[in-house]
């Protein structure tokens, strides 16, 4: 399966949800914004999104600071 994240493409051997790939990548669900296929994806369903062949990322991480 392939899909893109922040522009650089990923191969993977398995189906993973979009929780389990903010997991993997050390990201807190609290922290980030998802865009997937240019839809904001709320964070109640990043353990109930499939990620399918083909998908488009955009993941960012918020940062607070003064």
């Known amino acids: 399966m392939q ?3 922040n522009g650089q493409p ?3 051997e398995t189906s993973v ?3 389990g790939l903010l997991a993997e990548m050390n ?3 609290r922290r980030v914004a998802v ?3 240019r839809q904001i994806v709320r964070r109640a ?3 109930h999104t499939l ?3 083909g ?6 991480t918020l940062v607070g600071g003064g």
């Open 27 to 29: 990201l807190q669900p």
């Open 45 to 47: 369903q990043y353990e």
């Open 17 to 19: 949800t979009l929780g």
């Open 3 to 5: 899909i893109i994240v």
């Open 10 to 12: 990923q191969t993977r």
């Open 51 to 53: 990620l399918r062949d």
């Open 35 to 37: 865009e997937l296929n």
């Open 55 to 60: 998908d488009c990322l955009e993941i960012v």
